[in-house]
Nanobody, 114 residues
């Protein structure tokens, strides 16, 4: 059973929005610091947003003011609301826990056209 399953990606025009979801099984998200990462072709995976157990959030400078990370503990799901998307946001997006080892999910592809 895959512990983290990402969904919600797609093709969108620049300026558009997408909402990514990360559903967890076997991991209680409310007990963990969770993050959204992305990996663009030819680049290293980078952390773009994180949320603490107390729901404090942190963002990479490149997405600050445009992306919002949130969590629904009842659904054991983490979300990433992405607004004002830019072509440079094109990447495969993954969620993971920051301080425990969890296998990477399959990710969800986000493609932003100019």
């Amino acid at each position: 059973q895959v512990p983290l399953v990402e969904s919600g990606g797609g093709l969108v025009q620049a300026g558009g929005s997408l909402r990514l979801s990360c559903a967890a099984s076997g991991i209680k998200l409310s007990n963990n610091v969770m993050g959204w990462y992305r990996q663009a072709p030819g680049k290293q995976r980078e952390l773009v947003a994180s949320i603490t157990i107390g729901d404090r959030t942190n963002y990479a400078d490149s997405v600050k003011g445009r992306f919002t990370i949130s969590r629904d503990n009842a659904k054991n799901t983490v979300y990433l609301q992405m607004n004002s998307l830019k072509p440079e946001d094109t990447a495969v997006y993954y969620c993971s826990a920051l301080y425990i080892q969890v296998p990477w999910g399959q990710g969800t592809q986000v493609t932003v056209s100019s």
